[in-house]
């Protein structure tokens, strides 16, 4: 994978935090600023599939078959929880 150099601009209490929290890991602070973006990025795409899911679903009404049907599966997961298989 190639790899982008870049520069960025921290508050240097952060940037302290940070190189001692990388050196504590044993990891470049390369490594740590790509893995801090990674998990901010994979939050935020989490974030705005749910978001987009509850617009999807936000006028959904279920019929009353699919009513029954997540009753029945409440109970089993009620059951299954118990240990009452």
Do not use: C
């Not at 870049?6 to 390369?30: N, V």
């Not at 679903?57 to 298989?85: A, C, F, H, I």
């Amino acid at each position: 994978m190639p790899i982008v150099k870049t520069a960025i601009s921290l508050p240097e209490p952060l940037f302290e935090r940070a190189d001692a929290f990388a050196r504590q890991q044993h990891i470049s602070r390369s490594q740590l600023f790509a893995r801090a973006v990674e998990e901010f990025l994979r939050r935020h795409e989490s974030q705005a599939l749910l978001e987009s899911l509850n617009r999807v679903y936000e006028n959904y009404s279920p019929t009353p078959e699919e009513k029954e049907v997540r009753r029945l599966l409440k109970q089993k997961q009620r059951d299954m929880v118990k240990g009452e298989w």
